[in-house]
């Protein structure tokens, strides 16, 4: 019996999933076993490494899911909230490792997911890359450290073509410092501002938003107190990293037990 791990990439003919499609094939000790999208993506039927720009696989994007998870080891899914829970229930159905790289998902969606992670690993991340997940770990200590005497503001930019705002990403980044603080991150959000404010409330974390062109991904929080400010920055040049991070993510579920796991999880970060 093959030891290589089976693993199905969800929204194949995505940016990402494509992406997706061309990390499991190069990497040891994975194999591509299903590719799926919506049923009425015009890829349904495309074979998913031609889409993905190297050779052909000879697995042929699907338009129903289940089948595919059915036989899978994991499932990579950077797709759409409702999607993701859809994805959720059949990979638990079937015992196969989750991992999700969607945003933007309520709470009530969230509660869902933690149902599915009582039954097989779920590795949930806002961000797969593991430059971003260190970020994410420093803006924790640099919070706690720095106290409420410094004000953090999240700056991020993305492509044109992005939906949500601020990206998932970003909120991750301030649920971090929040968690530095021990404050509530919904209580100290400040994601919009217009027109005549006031004064900054002490102890806030702002979000600022910028889109244009086809910016991969860019994260910056900032600490500025009187005097000084501190910068931690994260920039992304391709997806890639992305990639690279959900497959990493998949091998170390392998052998886990059922849960909800993180990319500090995966990448052994303490805290």
């Known amino acids: ?4 791990m089976k693993m199905v990439v969800v929204g194949a003919a995505g940016r990402m999933g494509r992406m997706l499609v061309a990390q499991v094939t190069a990497t040891p000790g994975c194999i591509l076993c ?5 049923p009425d993506s015009p890829a349904v039927g495309q074979d998913a490494g031609s889409l993905a720009g190297i050779n052909p696989l000879e697995v042929h994007i699907a338009g129903d899911a289940a089948p595919a998870i059915a ?8 797709t759409s909230p409702q999607s993701t829970l859809e994805h959720a229930r059949l990979a638990a159905q079937a015992g196969a490792a989750h991992i999700i790289g969607t945003t933007g998902l309520e709470a009530q969606q969230t509660e869902e ?4 992670a009582h039954h097989v690993p779920v590795v949930w991340a806002p961000n797969f890359s593991a430059g971003v997940t260190l970020l994410m ?3 924790e200590q640099v919070a706690r450290i720095l106290g409420d005497d410094y004000d953090i503001e999240i700056l991020e ?10 990206s998932g990403t970003a909120l991750g980044l ?12 919904d209580d100290v959000k400040e994601a919009a501002r217009d027109g005549h404010t006031g004064a900054r409330r002490r102890g806030d974390i702002g979000y600022a938003v910028l889109r244009g062109g086809d910016v991969i991904g860019e994260h910056s929080v900032i600490f500025a107190g009187d005097g000084e400010r501190v910068e931690l920055t994260h920039k992304a040049t391709s997806r890639q990293v992305f990639a690279a991070g959900a497959v990493r993510a998949a091998l170390w579920a392998r052998d886990r037990k059922a849960g909800l796991y993180t990319m500090k999880d995966v990448l052994g970060l303490e805290g």
Not at 34 to 38: F, M
Not at 113 to 116: D, P
């Open 157 to 166: 930019m993305h492509h044109h073509h992005k939906v949500d705002a601020p």
């Open 174 to 185: 301030g649920q971090a410092a929040a968690r530095g603080r021990e404050v509530e991150h």
């Open 113 to 116: 997911l933690q149902k599915a």
């Open 34 to 38: 299903g590719a799926t999208e919506r």
């Open 1 to 4: 019996m093959s030891d290589e």
């Open 137 to 139: 770990s420093l803006s």
């Open 71 to 78: 036989h899978a080891d994991a499932v990579l899914d950077f």
